[in-house]
């Protein structure tokens, strides 16, 4: 069964043209990986899954909801993990997450006891009281996955979930998110990490300026074109990609 399905996608800034008439399809309980350069539009089509922003045309549906329609009830089913960090500066790591609970009309007591399960799973219990400013980068990015899975959501939307993190706190990522999606939850991300991609995603997308080039499972890619998947990558879009 599909999660979400998009339909001749278009979404366009002013004149440019971010995303250029994509197709895609995305199953329950799938990891799924849109991999491209910078500007790529990868962003951009996430922000449509989570009703961020509306397609310019074509037909995006979320739970078989056209995100054009319901948006709010879409939005009570996702977790979002956003590319940029945008937690509160002036809470704690604790308050950061009991008050995006509000936003899902979510009981304090609730939100208490779910928050502290949360800090649990990223392993920083002990980091409750802490301003987020006294945070390390990769810390604020744990948080903000922590943040993502509040309303327990259905899918959970990732824009690049490890970048910035060192290799442990990487795979300490990677580990939860394969227990995320043992637990069914549908894993939409986006990453620069072919390592990443091949050990997570069932499926990547490779988009380049606006567009899928490829869609297929990371060991079917390397069948057909050979090598690994950065290879793929390189001969797919023409971009190197940094080490
Ligand atoms: N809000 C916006 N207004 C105008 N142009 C935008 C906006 N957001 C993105 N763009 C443009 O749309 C194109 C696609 O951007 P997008 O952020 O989707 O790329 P991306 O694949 O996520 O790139 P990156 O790997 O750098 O995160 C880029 O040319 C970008 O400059
Ligand atoms: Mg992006």
């Known amino acids: 069964m599909n999660i979400v399905t998009a339909k001749e996608l278009i979404k366009e800034y002013g004149k440019l043209r971010a995303v250029n008439s994509i197709n895609f399809d995305i199953g329950k309980g799938e990891c799924f990986g849109f991999l491209g350069p910078n500007g790529a539009g990868k962003s951009t089509v996430m922000g449509i899954i989570h009703c961020y922003m509306p397609p310019t045309s074509g037909e995006v549906r979320v739970f078989d909801i056209n995100v054009t329609n319901d948006p709010s009830m879409i939005k009570s089913k996702l977790g979002v993990m956003p590319q940029d960090n945008n937690l509160d500066p002036d809470l704690s790591v604790l308050e950061n997450l009991i008050v995006y609970a509000r936003y899902f009309n979510i009981s304090k007591k609730e939100a208490m006891s779910t928050s502290k399960n949360l800090l649990n799973f990223i ?4 980091k409750a009281n802490v301003n987020i400013k006294d945070l390390s980068g990769g810390m604020q990015r744990r948080l ?7 309303n327990h959501p259905e899918i959970i939307i990732l824009d690049e979930p490890t970048t910035g993190l060192d290799p442990h706190s990487r ?5 939860q998110l394969s227990l995320l999606k043992s637990r069914g939850i549908t894993l939409i991300l986006t990453t620069h990490y072919m390592e990443e991609a091949e050990n997570i995603c069932d499926r990547v997308a490779i988009m380049d300026a606006g567009k899928i080039i490829a869609t297929d499972s990371p060991s079917k890619l390397i069948a057909k074109y050979g090598g690994n998947l950065e290879s793929v990558y390189l001969t797919l879009t023409g971009h190197e990609l940094k080490s």
């Open 171 to 175: 795979h300490a990522v990677w580990d």
């Open 123 to 126: 392993e920083m219990e002990s």
């Open 144 to 150: 903000l996955l922590a943040r993502a899975l509040i």
